[in-house]
């Protein structure tokens, strides 16, 4: 069974740090493309960021570039968002997705996680 767990979300002030984990299982981690996306209240979910089974390319969102970096761990099984200078308008629950390439459109991804909310005051 396939399973994405994802922790790191809470409550930050603006301008605050946060770095979320997705740990992985149930398939082989290293062979596939980890994705992030985020969905606040109201609107549709949205592509945040993305990279390849080796961790280079990677693809950001206009509005996360420059704040947010996606890594992987390929021996823990787990991939990260560091996310720096967090801003109001980055609040939403923050999901974590699976899938064969590296890809802005969500429905290449076929294995998610249950998602972490983040909450950035202001």
């Known amino acids: 069974q396939v399973q994405l767990v994802e922790s790191g979300g809470g409550l930050v002030q603006a301008g605050g740090s946060l770095r979320l984990s997705c740990a992985a299982s149930g398939l082989p981690f290293g062979n596939s493309a980890m994705g992030w996306f985020r969905q606040s209240p109201g609107k549709e979910r949205d592509f945040v960021a993305a990279?390849?089974?080796?961790?280079?390319?990677?693809s950001y969102a206009d509005s996360v570039k420059g704040r947010f970096t996606i890594s992987r761990d390929n021996a823990k099984n787990t991939a990260y968002l560091q996310m720096n200078s967090l801003k109001p308008e980055d609040t939403a629950v923050y999901y974590c997705?699976?899938?064969?390439?590296?890809?802005?459109?969500?429905?290449?991804?076929?294995?998610w996680g249950q998602g972490t909310q983040v909450t950035v005051s202001s």
């Open positions: 990279m390849s089974w080796s961790g280079s390319p990677t």
């Open positions: 997705a699976r899938g064969p390439k590296l890809t802005w459109s969500q429905d290449d991804y076929a294995y």
